[in-house]
């Protein structure tokens, strides 16, 4: 079963650059047709997509986010990274990373990581 695990600072300055890394194992980040998500929950508000990077390394980032946004992928430790660029106080959320087989089938979630953004 493939399992992912977040990791990253709980708590990061306003203007900061954040970087957060998911863990995969029971499978590879690069079998074909495999897609690995970020999402976040900011406090009581709903889940928000930011992102994906694909088997073969393309990413697509939400165009809605207002902090730039980018992810990349670190294919010899099984490995991707969420990297957020001057954070703001919004940017406070519990980070999930996720797992996903191209077509819409979840193959699992991490358990969530909690970043604070503090000013």
């Known amino acids: 079963q493939v399992q992912l695990q977040e990791s990253g600072p709980g708590l990061v300055k306003s203007s900061q650059t954040l970087s957060l890394t998911c863990t995969v194992s029971?499978?590879?980040?690069?079998?074909?047709?495999?897609?690995w998500h970020w999402i976040r929950q900011p406090p009581g508000k709903g889940l928000e997509w930011m992102g994906l990077?694909?088997?073969?390394?393309?990413?697509w980032i939400n165009p809605s986010l207002k902090t730039p946004t980018s992810m990349s992928r670190d294919t010899s430790r099984n490995q991707f990274t969420l990297r957020l660029s001057s954070v703001t106080l919004e940017d406070t959320a519990v980070y999930y990373c996720?797992?996903?087989?191209?077509?819409?089938?979840?193959?699992?979630w991490g358990q969530g990581t909690q970043v604070t953004v503090s000013s």
């Open positions: 996720a797992g996903e087989i191209g077509g819409g089938h979840w193959l699992n």
């Open positions: 029971g499978g590879s980040i690069t079998t074909n047709n495999y897609v």
């Open positions: 990077i694909e088997w073969g390394g393309t990413t």
